[in-house]
């Protein structure tokens, strides 16, 4: 090929673009052609009257026309420096809640493939700060839809992706998420530990109705850990969960210590007894996170937070002791006494 033919060569647009050019000309293409052809058949075939016909037809395009204008006018009165420095801080906000963890002495992080881009910030999160050795890490699996089974290809590459993301040759604890297909998806997991790739195996649930089918599989497998929903006004798992769990010697990690919003709701607009400043528990967050921690099956529990100074707040709950057994009683009963 000579020197011309190289450079026109070059110049010549890529299949790509010329792929993403007829895309772009298709999708004009059939929206003018349908305008057409709706004002035709309008207009000529059902004999509409113009003028109320082109209101019709435009009024389609009018939010998100407002839309448009009304975010230009928000964004006009945004200083832009200001608009910069919240979307560093927000890409920042991950790092700082795993710092303000790991600076107090936390070490468990709990995360799921399912929880959206939970998985994926969190890894990105901990390998930037250089901080991912010091985490214990805990992820879930699952591939099958409710009620569906699980196709085992894809649940062996769910685990080398979360691995992957994580960037350790090993993860601390995997658990398939809420006693999903248990059948095709445990022994995967046991795959996994006995390839030295998965320290801990276990499953979770935070719905009652699984919770005979957790016991039953409590019974018969061999599980290092499960995760289950355990607070202050929330204590189904005692009876039977976290007793066999103490029998077999399984770890227990506590789900929804707030049950979300459900306490925080509850205990609004009143505040913290002055007795469980005894125990070290100045805030409502420290109330519930002691309450939890303080059963003798509970191995960790794992309150969310996006925001740093909550962790700070939750960590401090690690501080200090833990209630006995009249002070977890005058705890439930606190609680219970508060309009629901
Ligand atoms: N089946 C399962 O496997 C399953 C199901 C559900 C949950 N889980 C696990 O359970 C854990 C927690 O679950 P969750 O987030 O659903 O419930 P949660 O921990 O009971 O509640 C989280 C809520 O509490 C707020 N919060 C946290 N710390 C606070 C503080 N100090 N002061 C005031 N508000 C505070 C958070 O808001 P801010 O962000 O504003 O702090 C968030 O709205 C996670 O590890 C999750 O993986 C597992």
Redesign the pocket.
């Known amino acids: 090929m000579s020197g011309n033919d190289a450079a026109r060569e070059s110049q010549r647009p890529s299949p790509e673009l010329l792929r993403l050019g007829f895309v772009a000309f298709s999708w004009f293409a059939s929206w003018g052609i349908g305008s057409v052809v709706i004002s035709w058949i309008g207009t000529k075939q059902l004999h509409l009257s113009g003028r109320p016909f082109s209101w019709v037809q435009m009024s389609p395009q009018l939010p998100p026309l407002l839309l448009l204008l009304l975010g230009g006018a928000i964004a006009d009165r945004v200083d832009p420096r200001r608009l910069l420095q919240s979307v560093h801080w927000a890409a920042l906000a991950p790092v700082a809640v795993f710092a303000a963890m790991l600076d107090n002495g936390g070490t468990v992080f709990?995360?799921?493939p399912g929880?959206g881009a939970s998985e994926e910030v969190a890894a990105r999160a901990v390998n930037e700060a250089g901080l991912r050795d010091r985490v214990f890490w805990a992820t879930?699996l699952n591939v099958a839809g409710r009620g569906s089974s699980a196709d085992p290809a894809r649940a062996r590459a769910q685990v080398e992706t979360s691995l992957s993301r994580l960037g350790r040759d090993r993860v601390d604890l995997i658990?398939v998420?809420?006693v999903a297909d248990m059948a095709t998806q445990f022994p995967i997991l046991e795959e996994f530990k006995q390839a030295g790739r998965v320290r801990y195996i276990g499953t979770?649930?935070?719905f009652k109705p699984q919770y005979e089918t957790l016991l039953t599989l409590m019974r018969e497998e061999p599980f290092d850990f499960i995760?289950i929903?355990y607070?202050v006004d929330n204590l189904s798992a005692e009876e039977q969960v976290f007793r066999l769990a103490q029998e077999k010697g399984i770890g227990v990690l506590v789900?929804?210590?707030?049950?979300?919003?459900r306490l925080?709701d509850r205990v609004e607009g009143h505040a913290v007894p002055e007795w469980a400043a005894e125990l070290g528990a100045t805030?409502?967050?420290q109330f519930f996170l002691k309450f939890a921690a303080s059963h003798p099956a509970v191995t960790a529990v794992?309150?969310?937070?996006?925001?740093p100074h909550?962790m700070v707040?939750?960590m401090t709950a690690a501080k200090g002791r833990l209630p006995d057994q009249a002070e977890r009683k005058r705890m439930i009963d606190f609680i219970a006494a508060l309009p629901a």
Do not use: C, I
């Open positions: 709990d995360t799921a929880y879930k658990q998420h809420n979770t649930t935070t995760g929903d607070a789900y929804l210590p707030f049950g979300r919003t925080w805030t409502w967050a794992t309150p969310a937070t996006s925001k909550h707040d939750n």
